[in-house]
Nanobody, 115 residues
């Protein structure tokens, strides 16, 4: 079983920055991808950013140029650097891991962008 633990969420003012981290533990193999989804009130969960075991990335159009996803394969972690945050970025952010045909989710961390 794979466990994902997020950290770094919180309250930030518009235009500010926040860095989310996710640590994976358990039966983890080399071939997997990790990333972040988010779910805002009244909306479905949506992709934010994904990174493969290598360095290939995929971002939602709404965050391109502002967010950067990275991973450390030795530590089994994935980070999301969020810059120029907007109120519409407010959501619960979920760490995501896809491994051997199975999907794993973290418990979620709240990000609130407000003045």
């Amino acid at each position: 079983q794979v466990q994902l633990v997020e950290s770094g969420g919180g309250l930030v003012q518009p235009g500010g920055s926040l860095r989310l981290s996710c640590a994976a533990s358990g039966s983890i193999f080399r071939f997997y991808r990790m990333g972040w989804y988010r779910q805002a009130p009244g909306k479905q969960r949506e992709l934010v950013a994904i990174i493969t075991y290598g360095t290939s990335t995929n971002y939602a159009d709404s965050v391109k140029g502002r967010f950067t996803v990275s991973r450390d394969n030795a530590k089994n972690t994935v980070d999301l650097q969020m810059n120029s945050l907007k109120p519409e970025d407010t959501a619960v952010y979920y760490c995501y891991l896809y491994l051997a045909g199975s999907t794993y989710w973290g418990q979620g961390t709240q990000v609130t962008v407000s003045s």
